[in-house]
């Protein structure tokens, strides 16, 4: 029972020996997000996409291209690229891009994901994409405006209305209070 034990442990010893010195070829693990908490029309979007190399050597001639999902009729580039090219990420780094858009429409978007090309260790092109946030809402200025923007004229209205009333209560409890004090001081 003992030597079957040892056979066993010996095994899977040598087993993850071999695995753990493997080279594993560049691997790139993609992603896009909105970094925006709300997509306006006429607002600035900002989208981060993030490569990550987990293999052991780098990856090189690498490629974001997503061109087809912000189509030029439908959003404005303010800053950054839709098609970037990096030299080289090396095993175990990570890149990160950004892009500001103006959409110049409001309603349902579909965010796809972006493709990713690069030459593995071997010199092997790689063809990936990146995660896609999915269907997100593009909301009207005006639409926005009443959610989110700040209220003051509601404020000033509201103060220009109550501010009468107050300011006579005010001005009678003073009146009131001035004869008291004169009626005390006429007593004492």
Known sequence: MNAVLVAIFLIVGIYAADVGTQTRDAFILAHKSPLSLYAVENMDLVIEYGLYNVGDKPATKVTIDDRHSFPTQSFDIIKGLLHVNFE????????????????????????????????????????????????????????????????????????????????????????????FDAYAKKKN
């Open 88 to 179: 080289k990420i090396a095993p175990g780094t990570n890149v990160t891009h950004s892009v500001v858009l103006r959409p110049r429409a409001y309603g349902m978007f579909n965010y796809t994901s972006a493709q990713v090309t690069y030459y593995t260790g071997n010199d092997n092109l790689h063809v990936s994409y990146s995660s896609a946030p999915g269907e997100g809402y593009i909301y009207r200025q005006r639409e926005y405006d009443r959610k989110f923007a700040p209220k003051y004229t509601f404020f000033l209205t509201f103060l220009a209305l109550v501010a009468p009333t107050t300011i006579g209560s005010y001005l009678l409890f003073q009146k009131s209070k001035s004869r």
